[in-house]
Structures are given as structure tokens and as C-alpha cells.
């Protein structure tokens, strides 16, 4: 089968979407052209005085009547055929449209007076539209057939060889011309069309190559911010390693390898310890956004909830009771605490919700944490009372590196990575995160904080190969 | 008492696992670069290879290991790693990454002790 369809456009679902887009648009203006041929037929004869023979209202009324049937046609099949290239596709379908619509002009021009026939200017609007769909050779191919077939007409009806089908009404009396007009109306009609063709491939052929840069720019975009994040990584690396000898070395000297060590010796290097360990968890965050950044997957493992809030509880009871935090778990009807995705994303996620939220709350408060259905998503709520974020910084807090002014006097320490990580590994979850301070459980001085992260039961597939989309231009063509 | 090479380009992770080993009583040889640690295992025929991921390039670690595996050596082999399950770069041991177990740094004694102790009596026990 003629292959149509150039190579780069293949697997481009905004080529096709354009194509059946574009079949549409002429489906429906072909309906709208019966009604103005049923009409300039009614119309001419009963009201503007044209004289239309009723040979001439026979044939104009058959080829109104064919357009329409071949239009349903066209319009049930449009549904059945997608775009596979290499079968018949909705390209296919655009020349087919072309070439009967081109016939049936030809006969309405040739019924309404050939050379003098006011519709003959409805083929420079064909090749317009040919040169916006198909290739560029067909396109040719076809302004060749139409010229030579119209010349032929106008030629045979000169030397009486062909009926003519003027229509009185619209000239004053039958024209009598020679050849000379017929060879200069031939001559500027084809040149009329060959230049619209040249013009009109040219103009859409630079848009595609326009388009095709803009994809590669975007493409390369995509790829440099690959390599950027690899480079990241690299120097995260070479960071991380010293941290991890010196902390291989501290730990030998507290479990005594070499010889004992005095209590305040030891109460120091526990101090280094936990600095050093505060670094390498910080690192580890920043290696785990390059990574999800460089890696474009999509996670398909059951992950429940349910089970990473209990661990999560399990593992910071210790801390919320040195500042006797109670921390309430409330479930609201919910069967299902199964989502789709990657648990220790998951867990460092909500994990970084609840160390903040802990981190942030004053002794003796309080944090609840709600499990709940909300249509598709899954959400949890971690509500708490403790000092909020300031209005106008609460859409900020995603940004990497940002604490919130009123965080600074606390001696808890923050890098401000916590919450973008939450965010890009939520969105990377297809999830919401929302948050809102007041909570709603808090008091004046300490309005609290409500962080609330939906996740989807179900994760939509990425597709990998796809190629990237550009939003598509609205409108007919 | 076990004759254990370290090849690893850190001084002070090769320090620290030298302390360690030495306490449990085996006997330590060590090498800096890939080249060296090549020909310490070949020269010296150690009952345990400890190797570092990432040296001079990353992954030359792995290379390392396959070369010796491609050149018949059998020697259990342990590999330093700092970016196994932190960050979800799960490494499995198989045909790729030849290597029997992972340690992943900051290394903490007790369970370098553990893996090597494990390691060596899965070998005495293979012979």
C-alpha cells in the first residue's frame, strides 16, 4: 500500500490527531457544500433569474446527491480506521476525499459552464488544502491531471466535439470567444495553480520543519537536564565518600577498636555521629531526586499505606514522646489502604511529612493522622498543632532549600529538601500533595499545619516511547 | 585465621577495615587501584576479595570482579557499595554482578565481621 505518511511522523500522535482532526473539519463543510448546491440551484432559478436547463438541474441535483451519499460513507468509515501506517489509514482516506471531491467539482464546473463557470476558483482552494495533507508529489500529480483534464474540456467544447452548459442569466447573452482566450485562460489558470501549490507546499513544509526543531529543542532539553542530574549525582558521590570513611572511622572508635575512650570523648564522637549521619541522610535525598528525575518509570508494586503509617508511628513513638506529642491514627471507612508505586519512595515521603511535623509541634501537642477514601485517591491527612507556616510562605514550602521564617529559632535542624522531594516523588506517584495552615485543630499561637497527599489506586502506564507532544493549534485545520 | 584482600581506593575505609579484620584475627593485604588489586589477588591467592565499587570511575569495582571471575578465580568476593538500597539501585548477585555479598558504607563493624565470618565458613564448607 502507498505509503503516505512520512517517517518521523509515525509513532507522532499529534500528526495523526491533526489528520483525522483536518477529515473531520472537511466532512462537515462537504455536508454545508450540499446545502449550497441544493441552493444556488433553487435559489438561481427562482429568484436570481438563471436559466438552468433540466439537463443542467438533473446533473447538478447527482452530484449534490453523490457528495452527500460519499460523505456519510467517508464519515462511517472515519470512525473504523486508526492510524496505523502500514495499512489503510485516515491518510489514506484524506486522498480518497480529495480525489472524489475533485471529481465532483469537475463535473459541477463542467455543468455550469466550464471556462466561464464561476466555481473554477474552488480548485486553487483544493490545492491549498491537498498541499496542507498530502505529500508534495501527489499534490503535483494531481494540479497536473486537473489542469490537463480542464484544458481538455475547454478545448473540446471549442471545437464542438463536447456540449456546452452555459447558464443564461449569469452573462448577458452566449459568449462567443476564440482560441487566443482559451490559450491565455489556460495559460494563467495553470499558472495560478502550479504557484499556489509551490507556495502552499513550501508554507506547510516549513511549518513541519519548525515543529520537527521545536521537538528536537525540547528533546535536547530533556537530555541536558539528564546530563545535569547525572553530573549531580557524580558530585553528590565524590561528597558522599569522605562522610562515609569518616563515619567507618568514628564507629570503630566508639566500639572501641582502638583501646577505650573517655565519656566525654565518647559524647562528642556520638555528636559527630549523628552530624554525620544527618549529611548522608541528606545526601541520600539528593541522590534519590536525580534518580527519580533520570529514570522517567512508572511504579506498578502494591504498596499498603496502611502499613507504612504503623511503621512510620513505630519508628518516631521515641521522639513524639520526648515531647509527649500524642500522635492519633483514625481511619474513616477505609477497605482499601493498597496503591500503586514504590514503598521506600512512599515511606520516605510520608516519613519526611511526620519527622516535620514532629519536628515543628511543641511539647504536649498533638498530631492526627486521617486515612480516607476520596473518589480515586487514597489520602492521608497529617494534621497537627504545632506553629504552621506563615500565610504568605505556604506557597513556597515546595521550593528546594526553603524554611519557613518562623522554623528558624527551633533548634530542630532542617536542610529544606524535605518537602520538593515529598512533592516530586507525590507527583511522581500520579498523587496530590495539598497543604494548609491553619490545620484547623491548632490555636491562635500555634495554628498547626494540615499536609494532605492523595495517591491514585491506580497508576497510569508511562509510555516511554512516546514521542513529545506539542499542545495542539485549535481549529479546523 | 583468613587471609582477606582490600582493594579500595580510600585510605581510610582501607584503614578501618584493616582495624576491624585485624581484631577478629585475619590477616589483611590491601591494594589501591584496580591494576594492583589484580595482581595482589593473583600473586597472594587471598581466602576473601573485599572490593569497592566505585574507584577511580564508577563500576570498576564490577569490572574488576568480572576480569578475576573471567580468569578463573573463584574467591568469594564482597563489595563496598554506597548506593545499593538508600537510594533504590538494587544490586543482585548474578552473572552481571558477580560478587557473593554486599556491604554498604559507612561501614559498621559488626556487620563487616558478620558477612566476612558468613562468607568464609560458606567457602571452608564448599571445599
Known amino acids: ?477 | 585465621m583468613s587471609l582477606i584482600a582490600i582493594i579500595d581506593d580510600d585510605p581510610d575505609i582501607i584503614e578501618a577495615s584493616t582495624l576491624v579484620l585485624s581484631s577478629k584475627g585475619h590477616k589483611v593485604i590491601s591494594a589501591n587501584n584496580l591494576e594492583d588489586g589484580f595482581s595482589l589477588v593473583k600473586d597472594r591467592n587471598p581466602e576473601l576479595i573485599i572490593l569497592d565499587v566505585m574507584m577511580d570511575e564508577p563500576d570498576d569495582g564490577f569490572f574488576l570482579a568480572q576480569r578475576l571471575r573471567r580468569e578463573g578465580v573463584k574467591t568469594p568476593i564482597l563489595m563496598y557499595t554506597s548506593v545499593s538500597k538508600t537510594i533504590g539501585f538494587e544490586y543482585g548477585a548474578g552473572e552481571m554482578v558477580p560478587v557473593d555479598e554486599f556491604v554498604e558504607k559507612p561501614i559498621s563493624p559488626d556487620q563487616l565481621s558478620e558477612k566476612v565470618a558468613n562468607l568464609l565458613r560458606k567457602n571452608t564448607e564448599g571445599k
Open chain 1, 1 to 477: 500500500m502507498i505509503s503516505l505518511v512520512p517517517k518521523w511522523a509515525h509513532n507522532y500522535d499529534e500528526f495523526w490527531n491533526t489528520i483525522r482532526r483536518r477529515n473531520l473539519w472537511f466532512i462537515k463543510l462537504r455536508y454545508a457544500a450540499v446545502l449550497v448546491l441544493i441552493g444556488f440551484v433553487f435559489v438561481g432559478q427562482y429568484l436570481m433569474d438563471f436559466y438552468f436547463t433540466d439537463q443542467q438541474v438533473n446533473a447538478l441535483l447527482m452530484i449534490a446527491l453523490s457528495i452527500l451519499i460519499y460523505n456519510s460513507l467517508i464519515h462511517a468509515i472515519r470512525l473504523k480506521i486508526g492510524c496505523n501506517p502500514d495499512s489503510f489509514n485516515c491518510m489514506h482516506l484524506s486522498l480518497i476525499q480529495m480525489l472524489l471531491d475533485l471529481t465532483a467539482l469537475m463535473l459541477l464546473v463542467y455543468y455550469t459552464g466550464t471556462i466561464f463557470s464561476p466555481l473554477n476558483v474552488f480548485f486553487i482552494f483544493h490545492m491549498v488544502i491537498g498541499s496542507l495533507i498530502l505529500p508534495n508529489y501527489l499534490v503535483y500529480v494531481i494540479c497536473g491531471l486537473i489542469i490537463s483534464i480542464y484544458s481538455s474540456l475547454i478545448y473540446y467544447q471549442y471545437i464542438g466535439a463536447l456540449e456546452s452548459h452555459y447558464i443564461s442569466g449569469l452573462y448577458l447573452s452566449p459568449i462567443a470567444h476564440n482560441l487566443n482566450y482559451n490559450i491565455v485562460f489556460v495559460l494563467v489558470f495553470s499558472f495560478l495553480m502550479l504557484m499556489t501549490v509551490i507556495l502552499a507546499n513550501r508554507i506547510a513544509g516549513n511549518l513541519l520543519k519548525r515543529e520537527g526543531q521545536l521537538r528536537e529543542m525540547l528533546d535536547k532539553l530533556d537530555e541536558q537536564e539528564r546530563t545535569k542530574q547525572k553530573h549531580i549525582m557524580g558530585i553528590v558521590h565524590e561528597i558522599k565518600s569522605p562522610i562515609t570513611a569518616a563515619e567507618s572511622l568514628v564507629d570503630l572508635i566508639l566500639q572501641n577498636y582502638l583501646g577505650p575512650i573517655s565519656e566525654p570523648v565518647e559524647t562528642k564522637l556520638l555528636r559527630v555521629r549523628t552530624r554525620l549521619d544527618d549529611s548522608l541522610y541528606l545526601i541520600n535525598n539528593i541522590l534519590k531526586i536525580s534518580k527519580l528525575r533520570l529514570l522517567n518509570e512508572s511504579f506498578t508494586n502494591d504498596v499498603d499505606i496502611n502499613t507504612i503509617i504503623r511503621k512510620l508511628i513505630d519508628d518516631n513513638i521515641e521522639s513524639a514522646n520526648k515531647k509527649r506529642i500524642k500522635i492519633n491514627f483514625l481511619q474513616q471507612n477505609v477497605e482499601n489502604t493498597i496503591v500503586e508505586g514504590e514503598a521506600s519512595l512512599l515511606e520516605l515521603a510520608l516519613s519526611n511529612v511526620l519527622g516535620n511535623s514532629i519536628k515543628y509541634t511543641e511539647t504536649g501537642g498533638r498530631i492526627d493522622i486521617k486515612l480516607a477514601i476520596d473518589q480515586k485517591y487514597l489520602s492521608v491527612s497529617v494534621v497537627d498543632d504545632g506553629i504552621g507556616i506563615p500565610e504568605k510562605e505556604v506557597s513556597s514550602i515546595y521550593k528546594q532549600f526553603f524554611r519557613a521564617s518562623n522554623t528558624r529559632r527551633y533548634e530542630a535542624e532542617g536542610s529544606g529538601l524535605g518537602l520538593s522531594l515529598v512533592k516530586e516523588i507525590i507527583q511522581h506517584h500520579n498523587g496530590i500533595i495539598n497543604v494548609k495552615s491553619p490545620s484547623g485543630i491548632g490555636a491562635k499561637e500555634r495554628p498547626g499545619t494540615n499536609m494532605t497527599i492523595k495517591l491514585p489506586f491506580v497508576q497510569r502506564e508511562l509510555d516511554k516511547n512516546k514521542q513529545r507532544v506539542l499542545t495542539p493549534l485549535h481549529g479546523g485545520l
